[in-house]
């Protein structure tokens, strides 16, 4: 944080903007929140699923707000873009298919055991 004050700090106060915080408390206090809130939920995230199910996520919904941006903002993609974003959303459900596979194999056991 103190790298970023000292880098960004005289930007803003050449671009007269410092007292833009000052200007919207509100609005920064819910930034933090929200970015506080997503450290929690990329914890959990990865505690309860893997750092590979994150990064699968991530990629999902970068492709998903590219789409948002097409539909609400007529957004040009290119077909090789389109494609892509296509691909990432396809491996995306593939690798769900599969991780629920994998944890109905691995409770499967765990009932087969405990109904005897």
Known sequence: ?????????????RAGHQGIP???PALFILAACLGFAVNILAYATIKLASSLTLKVLGCV????????????????????????????TAA??????????????EAAPVKAAGSD
């Open 61 to 88: 919904k970068n492709a998903l707000v590219i789409v948002a941006a097409m539909i609400l903002f007529a957004e040009e993609v290119t077909v090789l873009q389109g494609l892509g974003y296509g691909i990432s």
């Open 1 to 13: 944080m103190l790298g970023a004050a000292a880098v960004e700090w005289p930007v803003m106060v």
């Open 92 to 105: 995306f459900g593939l690798y769900t298919h599969i991780k629920v596979a994998q944890i109905a194999e």
């Open 22 to 24: 000052a200007e919207h």
